[in-house]
């Protein structure tokens, strides 16, 4: 049988999703649990696939894996006995039993991120870890104009970490979205700000690099136009800084109805 699972985490105490030999990662911690619960042993034990990896501090808000057992459980089973198993900052969501031609990677058609960030004078304290920082004022119109400039398919070169393993720098980003709430004066108050991005996939770093061009238009340093050169250039070395991961999350993929997996609609995921 193979299952899908939907599976949410904080990233802060964790080196990133994939295994590693310290333990410390949350397939580790997902893998554990979920052989726990199944009482495998060294031939069964379960393994599992992600649909995107993410790096050490970022959250999973809908990580979708899948895994093949030959151990029966009903789907309700899956989700609460691995839970009891799972430590607090990690939980699975939903579990469904999918066709073995489903594949969590490959028959993905789409995946989604959004970035929360704190615009203050003062650093975040009770949400540190979960959000990014920005102490200037943003603005928003040039932010918006910017991002324009990196719709569609392009080589995105100028977003890439040095260490990324894709076999192409061209990725297709189909939207960016970007909403504020609440007051900032000169002197006092704070803004949260949501970016979301949606893509047919990501380079390693793509987002957290965009982040820290999308933050250097909004402060006034560079125009909107800026992001065109720095797109055109095909070179990280001409792109701002990467942006902290605290902020960073993985909302999920998209996948054809026909696989029957739960969905949640673009801006319902509360994160600001």
């Not at 603005?139 to 192409?168: I, K, T, V, W």
């Not at 987002?207 to 797109?231: D, H, S």
Request: hydrophobic fraction near 40%; charge should be neutral; charged fraction near 20%.
């Amino acid at each position: 049988m193979r299952w899908a699972l939907g599976v949410s985490y904080l990233g802060t105490g964790y080196h990133g999703w994939q295994s590693q030999a310290d333990g410390l990662t949350v397939q580790d911690k997902l893998e554990a649990a979920l052989n726990l619960f199944a009482d495998t042993t060294t031939q069964t034990r379960i393994h599992t696939l992600c649909a995107g990896r993410t790096d050490s501090g970022v959250h999973g808000h809908m990580q979708v894996v899948h895994f093949d057992t030959d151990v029966m459980r009903d789907a309700s089973s899956w989700v609460r006995g691995t839970n009891t198993h799972l430590p607090k900052d990690i939980a699975v969501q939903w579990a469904k039993e999918v066709p073995r031609e489903f594949h969590c990677r490959g028959s993905a058609i789409t995946r989604r991120y959004a970035y929360a960030l704190l615009e203050s004078h003062v650093r975040p304290s009770v949400d540190a870890g979960r959000v990014g920082w920005a102490h200037r004022p943003l603005q928003l119109e040039p932010m918006r104009l910017a991002a324009n400039y990196l719709l569609g398919e392009h080589d995105f070169s100028s977003f890439r970490a040095s260490q990324c393993q894709a076999l192409s720098p061209i990725k297709n980003l189909l939207s960016i979205e970007i909403a504020c709430r609440g007051e900032r004066d000169q002197d006092h108050g704070q803004r949260y700000w949501h970016f979301e991005f949606e893509g047919n996939a990501f380079l390693h770093h793509m987002i957290r690099n965009i982040m820290g061009c999308l933050i250097t238009v909004g402060q006034g340093a560079e125009p909107p136009l800026w992001m065109k050169t720095v797109l055109d250039a095909k070179s990280r070395k001409v792109a701002a800084p990467t942006f902290p991961p605290d902020g960073l999350y993985f909302l999920g993929p998209t996948y054809d109805a026909k696989w029957g997996l739960p969905t949640t609609p673009l801006f319902a995921y509360g994160l600001i």
